[in-house]
Structures are given as C-alpha cells and as structure tokens.
C-alpha cells in the first residue's frame, strides 16, 4: 500500500519505538517516538543493505521523496551508490563554496591589500559587496562566463564610468590570484575589453568633495616612502601650484619670514605670489635641514647634492602606491580640488581663487591685475584654506557656506 499525505498527517508517534509506514519500492516513513518524521529508502548494494535518507516530512514533501527515491534507483542500475554519490555531491559542493567568487576574493584582499591606504581598501571592498558579491559572490570563481561578470558590470557602469573600469581591475586581480592559487584556470576580464563604455581621459583626476579630500590628506600623512616626496604632497594641497612649479620650487624663491612664495609662472612667464599659511611654512621648515644645501626644495633623489628637481613622476607613483587611481587623483588635481571647494563650500571670491591659481584676471577696465593684487585677502584664503584642510583630514563634519559676494 502506497503513502498518501493524509496518512502521514495522520500517523502518530509510538511512545515506545520507532515505526515505518512503507511506500513502494523501498521506501518508507519512519516515524519517531518524538513526533518527527523521516523518508528513507533501504536498498542493497555489493550484497549489503543500506538505507538512504531522503529528508524530513513536512520540509520535503512525499513528491519530492519518491523523486529522490527514483534518482537514487537510477544511480543503482549504473552501479553507484547513492549514498557514496550523496556524500560526493556534498564534498563537491563544499569545495566550490571555498572556491567562490566572493571567498577567493576576500582571501585576495586580505592577502594583497592590507598595506595599501586605509582608502584603497575601503573602495576596494565597497566595490564587492555593493556591486560583485550580490551577483557572482556565491558562484565557484572557474565558472564564471564573461557575459555574466558583464552583467554584474552594467550597473556599476550606469552610475559611474570609472568605477565599472576600477572593479574590471580588481576582479582581473582576483582571477589572477585564483589562477596561482589552483581555482581558476584563465582570467576572464581581457575578453571584455571594449564592453564598457570608455572612460574620460581628457580631464585632470580630483577630489572634489570634501570627505574624499579628508580621505587624501590622512593617506599622504600617512605615507610611509620618501620624506622629500611626501612633504611636496603635503604641501601641494596647501599651495595648488601647477605640478611642474612645486617640484621646481627653489629655496632662494621662498620667503619663511614673511611668508611668500615668488616666482614666475612657467605656462606665462609672469610674475606670481603664492600666499604660505602657517602650516605651509612647517612642512617648508621641516624639510629645509635636509635640501636647503641645494637649489631645489624637492630634489631628485639621484643628486644628492640638489642639483636636479625631483622627477614628474615621482608624487604621480607615489599616489598610486597609496592606492589612488589615474582615473580618481592626479597631481594637477589638487588645483581642481582647491578651486572646488573655495569656491562652492568657503564661499571665497572667484577672483581670488583664480589670482591664486595664476589664471589671467582682468579689472574692470580689461586690464590684467598685478601679481600683487588682493594679496591680503589671499593671505588669509589661504590660511582659511589650510585650516580648513586640517579640519577635513581629522574628520570634522563638513560645513557648506553660502559663497561669499
């Protein structure tokens, strides 16, 4: 007599032992003293008797025991055992869940990334569990198409171009990684090349919010390569020169008395003043000791004896190392960065900012001011400035003003 779901509804424990109501075909319901209720399949195999589990009533339900009852007949007649075979399935299902996507990427960030900048790890990882995880985190990292990585990309892509490039980088390090440690065996993010729609090129990187700002800062202090390096870095934020003109930055040019920076501007050749608050005057007097000798603030670290300015490469490396992108920061950034917010968070005078950029200002008349023009306020802008650095890189709440006349 076959099972019925009203019979196993109805049947009810022994208080003294275990009882079976049969199906057909070897399987049965086992039923507990303690009320719970069990589908098993006894069968033989190399002339021994064994039983299958084939799951618990109500949470598999009598179709879908006698389906596995079927199965495991089917593996009989091919000469398997199922339970050998159940026990395969699980092993094998054990070792793709070590073999996802998420855990061989998890293993990779921890392995490759914890001496990168406090920000670098914290986009890294923002891109996998908002972006990757949720569509390919679970899947055994060799199995992953091209198409469905794709799939995962495009809404990246909508909302941020460069991101979607960054996140192809990271996954095709991921794969690499998967790749030497024997779970994948090719990188699948070059077959995607031209998928995505290109990134903008033709702008100079920056940080032009606040937080992200604050973000840059504590990574440059906390830079741990070349003093020279760091202290231009330091002190370019502070002074937003064109890049060429820090690193050219000569010692009999600056005035730490009264101040000033003076010196001509290479795009124009003309005359330009560059304000030092307080904290620009630090970073220069820190340094001094150890390259005042020479003509360069910052010199190559190839002449000792000052003779060559340090490389145009050398502070652009120096970000990559720190975990900053060429799509995300750049040198020259730091003069969009300040423009930005001057203007649109302290609220300071577009004038101003543009004389302190060394951008050609006319008065009203259409003549071009002289180097010397609002120099006092421009003193204190960029002293405000520098404070206001100070305050963003130690995690002040960010505070929009209404911009000033």
């Not at 275990?18 to 209720?37: V, W």
């Not at 073999?99 to 392995?111: D, L, M, P």
């Not at 390090?173 to 995607?192: K, M, N, S």
């Not at 007097?285 to 003779?307: C, E, M």
Request: hydrophobic share 40%; net charge positive; aromatic share 8%.
């Amino acid at each position: 007599m076959s099972l019925s779901d009203t019979a196993i509804k109805a049947a009810k424990p022994n208080a003294d032992k275990a009882y079976k109501l049969p199906d057909e075909k070897g399987m049965y319901l086992l039923i507990n003293p303690n009320g719970s209720k069990y589908f098993r399949l006894d069968y033989r195999f190399n002339d021994k008797r064994k039983t299958l589990a084939l799951g618990v009533y109500p949470e598999t339900s009598l179709k879908q025991a006698r389906e596995k009852r079927e199965a495991a007949r089917k593996l009989l007649a091919d000469g398997i055992d199922p339970n050998e075979n159940k026990k395969a399935v699980k092993s094998s299902k054990a070792e793709s869940a070590l073999n996802s996507f998420e855990v061989v990427a998890r293993e990779w960030y921890e392995r490759k990334l914890t001496d990168k900048s406090e920000h670098h790890q914290k986009r890294t990882m923002r891109i996998f569990t908002k972006d990757i995880f949720p569509y390919l985190g679970a899947k055994p990292i060799n199995e992953i198409r091209p198409v469905e990585l794709l799939a995962a990309l495009r809404p990246i892509e909508n909302r941020s171009i460069e991101t979607a490039h960054r996140a192809v980088q990271i996954c095709g390090q991921v794969f690499r990684y998967a790749i030497a440690t024997g779970r994948a065996e090719r990188d699948i993010t070059p077959d995607l090349r031209g998928s995505l729609i290109q990134a903008n090129s033709g702008h100079f990187a920056a940080f032009t919010e606040p937080k992200e700002a604050g973000q840059l800062l504590r990574a440059i202090d906390a830079y741990t390569g070349s003093f020279i390096i760091k202290s231009a870095l330091q002190l370019a934020p502070l002074v937003f020169v064109r890049p060429s003109e820090l690193r050219q930055a000569e010692w009999e040019h600056i005035d730490l008395e009264s101040k000033e920076w003076r010196y001509l501007v290479t795009k124009t050749q003309t005359p330009h003043i560059v304000p030092l608050s307080t904290q620009a005057v630090s970073i220069l007097q820190s340094i001094k000791p150890l390259t005042s000798h020479g003509r360069y603030v910052f010199p190559s670290a190839r002449t000792p004896n000052g003779t060559r300015a340090m490389s145009d490469m050398a502070m652009l490396a120096a970000l990559r190392r720190m975990g900053f992108e060429k799509s995300e920061m750049t040198v020259h950034g730091f003069r969009a960065m300040a423009r930005t917010i001057l203007d649109e968070v302290l609220g300071f005078r577009p004038d101003f900012i543009e004389h302190q950029l060394a951008h050609a200002v006319k008065d009203p008349n259409g003549r071009a001011y002289n180097r010397t023009a609002h120099i006092k306020e421009r003193h204190k802008m960029m002293q405000t400035w520098s404070d206001y650095l100070d305050s963003i890189k130690n995690g002040a709440q960010v505070i929009e003003f209404k911009k000033i006349g």
